[in-house]
């Protein structure tokens, strides 16, 4: 079995401020850790994955997620952050080779001006 | 069209009605899956299809009928749902190659409303 849990379920920053949002996964078998975005009335889009080799993956929009076994973690990051980047989160993971996704609550991210 | 496609965009229906949700990709993808995604709840699965067989029924009721002729096209039929039903249904795609699924490609949603 396979869980993920989304620290934050709100993250509001102002524009160009760093940003952090937090994800944690329990598996009993190797993991694949997904980042999506979900912007408003819109389905979700790709942001970053990892599947192997690096532990620090670079994804779209500028983001970056590390991915750390031993503390369980995948957390997404931004160093700067856009009024565009205002959505919500999604962190997701798949144990081994099988098709089962499973998503966090999500964390809606609001920048403001 | 690029990527997955779902139409239509939004829909409302009453309990009594029939309607239908379709989901197209041109991803060149072999396994297509059904998602809902309702207000403060994790994401879902509903039902997974690979090369058309149905693989992932996730105890859904049966109100909810997929269907799904080729590997590009997938269906959610409805029919007298629940106003608890009213949801963004996601459809979304994924290859599958030796029993190894790669990462699933979403489309933009249907958003249903039950009256």
């Known amino acids: 079995a396979q869980s993920v849990t989304q620290l934050d379920s709100q993250v509001p920053v102002f524009e160009e401020a760093p940003v952090e949002l937090r994800c944690n996964y329990s598996s009993s078998v190797s993991v694949y850790l997904f980042w999506y975005v979900q912007y408003p009335n819109q389905g979700l889009q790709l942001l970053l994955k990892y599947l192997s080799g690096s532990t620090l993956v670079k994804g779209i929009n500028g983001f970056e997620a590390e991915f750390n076994k031993s503390q369980t973690s995948f957390h997404l990051r931004k160093p700067s952050v856009h009024i565009s980047d205002t959505a919500e989160y999604f962190c997701a993971v798949k144990g081994g080779s099988n098709y089962k996704l499973t998503f966090g609550k999500g964390t809606l991210l609001t920048v403001n001006p | 069209e690029t990527g997955v496609t779902q139409t239509p965009r939004h829909l409302v229906m009453g309990m009594t009605n029939k309607k239908s949700l379709k989901c197209e990709q041109h991803?060149?993808?072999?396994?297509m899956y059904w998602y809902k995604q309702s207000a403060k709840k994790p994401l879902e699965l509903m039902f997974v299809?690979?090369?058309?067989?149905?693989?992932e029924n996730n105890s859904v009721p049966s109100r909810f009928s997929p269907e799904c002729p080729n590997s590009s096209h997938l269906f959610l039929h409805l029919h007298t749902l629940q106003p608890e039903d009213s949801a963004l249904y996601l459809c979304?795609?994924?290859?599958?190659?030796?029993?190894?699924?790669?990462?699933?490609?979403f489309g933009p949603g249907t958003r249903l409303t039950v009256l």
């Open positions: 299809y690979n090369f058309k067989e149905q693989t």
């Open positions: 979304a795609s994924s290859q599958d190659q030796n029993g190894y699924t790669d990462t699933q490609y």
């Open positions: 991803l060149g993808h072999n396994a």
